[in-house]
């Protein structure tokens, strides 16, 4: 399974984000409203990485535009980010989820690491057509696609790190951090906000 097949030569956004739509390239689509493709400020020094879009996100057609999304608004913001000159984008371009026994509720599950790989022509586009200086991970499924399976958020949370990104690889900064979903889930959010906050300050001083 493979999105290549889908993804065109181009250097438009525009036409990326129109090609997505038709992309077969692994079992996501299926009963999911549309692909959501990565929104924001086409030359971007700064490519904020996702997971997955979400129940919102999917009914929108736009990246983080629920609950999630509000906290890495005014996470960046409070981190000296302006959003509209970022780039917004997920490793997985269709949502991926289960229903809840009994209810037509729609569950976040993980994307498989099968999808991840299948997904992975989009988010190399769109590195080769946005060319940032900086990419921020957000949770583990980011971090782990863009850095290795080995590694772990946790650990190396709010480090600046240098990697080998995209197809022809291009050295690009990269700090990774918690996804913004996990600032809600948390029983202190206020101090996992605050840290979300400390990590994109690295990410906002490595900017420039
Ligand atoms: S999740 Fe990615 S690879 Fe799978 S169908 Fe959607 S766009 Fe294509």
Redesign the pocket.
Known sequence: ???AP?VPETRSLRVLADA?QA???????RD?TQ?VFGDGARRAATMVVGE?PGDREDLAGEPFVGPAGKVLDRALGDAGFDRRSVWLTNV???F?FRRQQGSKRRIHRK?GRT?IV??R??LDAELRVVRPSLVVCLGATAAQALLGSSFRVSRRRGELITAELGEPPRSVDVVATVHPSAVLRSDDRKRAYAALVDDLRVARAAAG
Request: charged residues 15%; glycine residues 4%.
């Open positions: 399974m493979t999105a889908y997505v992309c077969r390239g692994c079992e996501l689509y999911t692909a997955q997985v371009k269709h991926a994307p999808e299948a997904c022509p989009w």
